[in-house]
């Protein structure tokens, strides 16, 4: 019994193989580790179902919906981390200071990553559905509830704000 409806629940996956490239591709890019990137497609299809479960209808654009689903949980996901780093910073300060590792890194990566990482969460949020997700400006308006132009404005702020970024690492 339980086989037959594990079965059926695999047969009515909620998403198709090309939604769950991009809730991937859009963790990834918001920051979210690999070994995360499971956890967070099960999360957007747990809502997913959800919202059909509760009687709500589907979303008119499935794609862009769990783009959107996934960008907000990478923001979860960096206040979350956020929080653990300021409790590991407290527990640091109790004992000797721990030396960085010597991993190798892309320093215009880290400069865009710490640039991203230093936006607000609603230009953040933009700027990964928009450049990350390839979500078009009405897209990210009508799955975000805000209109066309709030969206083209936290971009032009968001992009000004990284290339400042950039020039101050002088990375660019």
């Known amino acids: 019994m339980l086989r037959r409806t594990a079965r059926r629940v695999h047969e009515e996956d909620p998403l198709d193989a090309a939604q769950e490239r991009r809730v991937r591709a859009v ?13 967070g497609v099960q999360q957007v299809r747990l809502r997913l179902l959800e919202r059909a479960a509760s009687g709500r209808e589907a979303p008119r654009n499935v794609s862009a919906w769990v783009a959107v689903v996934a960008s907000n949980l990478a923001m979860d996901w960096h206040r979350a981390k956020r929080r653990q780093e300021r409790l590991g910073e407290r527990l640091a300060s109790l004992r000797e200071p ?6 190798e890194t892309s320093l215009l990566s880290l400069a865009v990553a710490r640039g991203l990482d230093e936006l607000p969460d609603a230009q953040r949020q933009v700027v990964i559905l928009r450049f990350f997700a390839d979500l078009p ?7 975000l509830g805000v209109p066309e132009g709030t969206v083209k404005s936290r971009l032009h702020t968001a992009v000004r704000a990284l290339r400042e970024r950039l020039h101050e690492d002088e990375v660019v």
């Open 27 to 39: 963790l990834a890019l918001g920051g979210v580790p690999q070994a995360d990137l499971p956890d």
């Open 98 to 103: 721990v030396h960085p590792s010597g991993e």
């Open 137 to 143: 400006v009405r897209g990210i308006a009508e799955e």
